[in-house]
């Protein structure tokens, strides 16, 4: 579809990875729309890959970001120039509080799953490692593991339902963090108020761009912070139904590379 505003310099995109740009789990972009995001950034349009991906997973995407962009990992919680090889705002938990929030998540659900992401990669409790195998992770105790501020603190339990383990973690741990989704059965925690919108904001800031020059792409609830804020908020066909219901434009699904080619049209106008 055809938006109604032109892209020029003094924009910026903003969009999410995987269901939005690339499929799930993808590590690949598609020929199309890697295309087409060379195209943006030779217009001098950045282009901030804004995902609840930590870096890692990022990194096979690295040469598709362009000289002017940047990722936004983590949902919000890490800010790394990709093309530079610099990292940006790091915004973590530190661990005493981290520790007493988690603590609460274990009470509430003692068979909770919990692991912990920092900016050099994943540590793992036994339980989370031996649901989900993450070989050479540094396995322990949550407290010997939570030395430093964590970017994420990840919740799993496979003995509730997706939403119901949604509804008990968000209720147990109240302001104290912010919790999202992105994939049903995993939970991720973050420290109070960082968001993608969150990070986003402070990198436009420094830009000297306003929100409405902004324009986001999404598909799960961890977008929509990011969605909100941003002055053209686009969906796509496939999105989760609250972020349809937020979003200004729906746009055609990851499946038939939806946000390439709504910035394909953008550059055409």
Same mark, same amino acid.
Request: proline share 8%.
């Given at each position: 579809m055809t938006l109604p505003l032109r892209l020029s310099p003094g924009m910026l995109i903003a969009t999410d990875l995987d269901g939005t740009l690339v499929p799930k789990d993808s590590m690949t972009v598609p020929p199309f729309t890697a295309r087409v995001l060379r195209d943006v950034d030779e217009a001098g349009v950045p282009v901030v890959f804004t995902t609840g991906r930590p870096l890692r997973w990022v990194e096979p995407l690295r040469e598709h970001i362009g000289a002017h962009g940047i990722a936004i990992v983590s949902n919000g919680a890490f800010t790394y120039d990709l093309h530079t090889d610099r990292? #940006?705002?790091?915004?973590?938990?530190?661990? +005493?509080?981290?520790?007493?929030?988690? =603590?609460?998540?274990?009470?509430? %659900? !003692? *068979?909770?799953?919990?692991?912990?992401?920092?900016?050099? #990669?994943?540590?793992?409790?036994?339980?989370? +490692?031996?649901?989900?195998?993450?070989? =050479?992770?540094?396995?322990?105790? %949550? !407290? *010997?593991?939570?030395?430093?501020?964590?970017?994420?603190?990840?919740?799993r339990d496979a003995s509730v339902d997706g939403d119901e383990l949604r509804d008990v973690v968000t209720a147990v741990v109240g302001e104290d963090a912010t919790v999202t989704w992105s994939i049903p059965g995993l939970i991720e925690i973050s420290a109070p108020g960082i968001t993608k919108a969150h990070a986003l904001q402070a990198l436009c800031a420094e830009r000297g761009i306003d929100a409405s020059g902004v324009v986001?792409?999404?598909?799960?609830?961890?977008?929509?912070?990011?969605?909100?804020?941003?002055?053209?908020?686009?969906?796509?066909?496939?999105?989760?139904?609250?972020?349809?219901?937020?979003?200004?434009?729906?746009?055609?699904?990851?499946?038939?590379?939806?946000?390439?080619?709504?910035?394909?049209?953008?550059?055409?106008?």
């Open positions: 990292a #940006g705002r790091v915004h973590g938990i530190d661990p +005493a509080s981290g520790l007493e929030v988690a =603590g609460r998540i274990t009470r509430a %659900l !003692p *068979s909770a799953q919990l692991a912990l992401e920092f900016p050099d #990669g994943i540590r793992v409790t036994p339980e989370f +490692a031996r649901a989900s195998q993450r070989d =050479g992770a540094p396995c322990g105790d %949550l !407290p *010997s593991l939570w030395t430093e501020p964590a970017i994420k603190l990840l919740v986001a792409f999404g598909d799960m609830p961890n977008d929509i912070p990011m969605l909100a804020w941003a002055g053209t908020a686009c969906a796509v066909d496939n999105a989760h139904e609250s972020v349809r219901r937020i979003a200004d434009h729906v746009i055609p699904s990851v499946h038939d590379e939806g946000v390439a080619h709504t910035l394909a049209a953008l550059l055409a106008a």
